[in-house]
């Protein structure tokens, strides 16, 4: 069974510049959840998508935004890039919530950003 | 949110049984604890999750106390590959569905 995947692996942009990153669940996962890393730091918790819809988001500004397809893959969007924004961003599926046990999370093995 | 206090860093002896303490003094009752570990900037990696009972699968145990206070995640028989930084989670109890990760245990498997 596959894993949880993202592309691109490493992404690098300048200032001021949109970012997309992709991310495409474990198969049957209807929730994606998105995290920032920081480099030295901790995960800190950016979105959750569930059925199509934004339930929470994290301490982040709007210009980090997503979405999530149909398909249950998502997108992460970060407009306005700045310097701070580099970090290793990851993408996380689980099964449908509702019920705790089903909510284990499975994280892909991330994009690195690079803003310069 | 409950929170999780690790200590930073430790080592273990290869072959060795490596037992990572995390208190939780601030659980709820119906919050689960859960077990990740990252390697060098991969994806963090689920190794196990509980509740009340002790917990057991082929990658480790989980044991946690009776007042729920604490946790120990053990690796019976740590190896080179086992050296990683291992989160110990408490998952809110619902609605929001977010792991709040802490700093973790950097563990050092050493030959």
């Known amino acids: 069974e596959a894993g949880v995947t993202q592309s691109p692996t490493h992404l690098i942009k300048t200032r001021g510049q949109q970012a997309t990153l992709r991310c495409s669940p474990i198969?049957?996962?209807?929730?994606v959840y998105w995290y920032q890393q920081a480099l030295g730091l901790g995960l800190q918790f950016l979105l959750w998508y569930d059925e199509g819809e934004e339930r929470n988001r994290g301490n982040f500004p709007p210009r980090f935004s997503g979405r999530q397809f149909p398909n249950y893959s998502s997108e992460l969007n970060v407009n306005a890039l700045e310097l701070e924004d580099s970090a290793l961003y990851l993408c996380?599926?689980?099964?449908?919530?509702?019920?705790?046990?089903?909510?284990?999370?499975?994280f892909g093995p991330g994009t690195r950003l690079l803003v310069l | 949110d409950a929170k999780t206090t690790q200590p930073p860093s430790m080592d273990c002896a290869e072959g060795r049984a490596a037992n990572l303490p995390c208190n939780h003094s601030?659980?709820?009752?119906?919050?689960?604890v859960y077990w990740y570990r990252q390697i060098h900037s991969q994806g963090p990696q689920y190794i196990i999750h509980?509740?009340?009972n002790n917990e057991t699968n082929e990658m480790a145990s989980l044991i946690i106390t009776e007042d729920r206070k604490s946790s120990t995640l053990i690796l019976p028989h740590a190896t080179l590959r086992d050296t990683a930084v291992y989160y110990c989670?408490?998952?809110?109890?619902?609605?929001?569905?977010?792991?709040?990760f802490g700093t973790g245990t950097r563990l050092k498997v050493l030959a």
């Open positions: 601030t659980i709820s009752g119906n919050e689960y």
């Open positions: 989670i408490v998952r809110t109890s619902s609605g929001t569905y977010k792991y709040i």
């Open positions: 509980g509740l009340k």
């Open positions: 198969s049957g996962h209807t929730s």
């Open positions: 996380a599926s689980s099964l449908a919530g509702g019920s705790l046990n089903q909510e284990t999370q499975y």
